[in-house]
Nanobody, 123 residues
Framework: VQLQASGGGLVQAGGSLRLSCAASGRTFSSIAMGWFRQAPGKEREFVAGISWNGGRTGYTDSVKGRFTISRDNAENTVYLQMNSLKPEDTAVYYC?????????????????WGQGTLVTVSS
């Protein structure tokens, strides 16, 4: 699976962005997907994950109630809607393709990554 992330940008605190991750390959609809982020000097961290059919989702505590992950298997795309953005959300956001139908929170268990899209939230 090849992934292409987009939708990042500069936004003021309290604003919103929607990230997209377009996938190529026939296996997209059968695998879990995840969004991770990496801030300067920090490790890549789990943000949100979604199972193969969208039936299960999960979020890191700091984004619960503000971010929503979703997917459109007909369009081979996974989304991350980010609302009420905070300066601490500033990072490069990556989408990852999981190795099975259920997402994990561990980056090394994702076998393909998009190129990343930068999100900058100003205070």
């Amino acid at each position: 699976v090849q992934l292409q992330a987009s939708g990042g940008g500069l936004v003021q605190a309290g604003g919103s962005l929607r990230l997209s991750c377009a996938a190529s390959g026939r296996t997209f609809s059968s695998i879990a997907m995840g969004w991770f982020r990496q801030a300067p000097g920090k490790e890549r961290e789990f943000v949100a994950g979604i199972s193969w059919n969208g039936g299960r989702t999960g979020y890191t505590d700091s984004v619960k109630g503000r971010f929503t992950i979703s997917r459109d298997n007909a369009e081979n795309t996974v989304y991350l809607q980010m609302n009420s953005l905070k300066p601490e959300d500033t990072a490069v956001y990556y989408c990852g393709a999981g190795a099975s139908d259920y997402y994990t929170r561990v980056a090394v268990e994702y076998h393909s990554w998009g190129q990343g899209t930068l999100v900058t939230v100003s205070s």
